[in-house]
C-alpha cells in the first residue's frame, strides 16, 4: 500500500469506530432516560392526607449543641440525654460559635444538626 492509502485507511477506520462509539453513547443515553422514567411512574405518590388515632405520638423536639470537656456534644431535647459525642474540640471553632455552643445551641431538625457539625468536622 502506499503511504497515501494507508493514511485514509486508517482515518476511514478512525471514524467508523468513532461514529459506532457516539453512537452507542447515545442509545445507553437514552435506554437510562427511559428506564428512570418507568422507575418514576411506578413509585406511587405519597398521600398528604392525616389520620387520627387513639394514643399519644411523640415528635422530636430537636437537638442542644454543648460542650463538655472541650469538646462539642449533642444532646436530646431534655438536655440530659446524650445524642452524640464529636471528636470536635470546642476550641477549634469560631468564638462566636463557642460561646452558642457555651450557652447550648439548639438545632430543631437532625438535618440541620448534621449540617452544622459538618461544617465544624475536620
Known sequence: MKPRYCIGFFAGVFLLVSAIGIGYQLSYKLALDRQQARVE???PKQNTESV???GEATKNEG???CELHGYVVVYLYDKKTIFEVTNIPLTDLPEEVQEEIRGAKYMETEEALYGFLENYSS
Open 41 to 43: 411512574s411506578e413509585i
Open 52 to 54: 387520627t388515632t387513639k
Open 63 to 65: 437537638y442542644y449543641i
